[in-house]
């Protein structure tokens, strides 16, 4: 089974500063993807990144970057000098390979307060 | 080139109804899936379709249906709908096959189902 573990529910940063979000799954499967995706209060969720299991190397895109550590089965997302345009509530999801189905975390509320 | 498209995107219904919300998925996608999202959670996977068969399905039960088109858009069901079917609707569309490489989905807005 896919489990994905996002423990903090709100976080509220002032705005410009980084702000990080911890993402820890579990499977028992070697072949697997990884994504984020933040769901602005217009309710859709917009995809940020996917990640293979045998990809380790972290990325960075703008002011976004995500650490994957499989060693620690974690995911972690890093959003600098926030804005208050990052306001969303962001989730960690988990699939396997020939599975499509995605296995999401309860989500982490972003408030930036300008 | 359009995203996802979902209707209606508010409704309420009463306890014991049916409703049936509708999908149009991202022009070349194939593959419709299905998520509810309870208020505070994350999405849960009601079912999934590719090419009008439905392709792996979620803990919910079989009041919950749904089709595919031959224009790959997609309708999911309730039946003898229950308070706790309120929640919000996502539908997501990809290209491919449901059992290879997942190079993510792309969601709609959702529909918010009341049910009183």
């Known amino acids: 089974a896919q489990k994905v573990t996002q423990a903090q529910t709100e976080i509220s940063v002032v705005e410009k500063e980084d702000v990080t979000l911890d993402c820890v799954y579990e499977t028992r499967d070697t072949t697997y993807y990884l994504f984020w995706y933040k769901q602005p209060p217009s309710g859709e969720l917009v995809f940020l990144i996917r990640?293979?299991?045998?990809?380790?190397q972290n990325e960075i895109s703008g002011r976004y970057s995500w650490n994957f550590q499989k060693s620690t089965s974690s995911f972690n997302f890093t959003i600098t000098a926030s804005q208050v345009v990052d306001s969303a509530v962001y989730f960690c999801a988990l699939s396997k390979y020939g599975n499509n189905r995605l296995a999401f975390g309860k989500g982490n509320q972003v408030v930036v307060i300008p | 080139e359009t995203g996802v498209t979902q209707s209606p995107t508010h409704l309420i219904k009463t306890r014991g109804q049916q409703v049936t919300l509708r999908c149009s998925s991202q022009?070349?996608?194939?593959?419709v899936s299905w998520y509810q999202q309870a208020l505070g959670q994350g999405p849960q996977f009601i079912f999934q379709?590719?090419?009008?068969?439905?392709?792996g399905r979620g803990n919910f039960p079989p009041r919950f249906s749904g089709l595919q088109f031959p224009n790959y858009s997609s309708e999911l069901n309730v039946n003898a709908l229950e308070l706790d079917d309120s929640a919000l609707y996502l539908c997501?569309?990809?290209?491919?096959?449901?059992?290879?490489?997942?190079?993510?989905?792309?969601f709609g807005s959702g529909t918010r189902l009341t049910v009183v």
């Open positions: 990640r293979n299991s045998f990809d380790e």
């Open positions: 022009s070349g996608h194939n593959t």
């Open positions: 379709y590719y090419r009008e068969e439905e392709n």
């Open positions: 997501a569309s990809s290209l491919g096959h449901p059992l290879g490489v997942n190079y993510g989905y792309t």
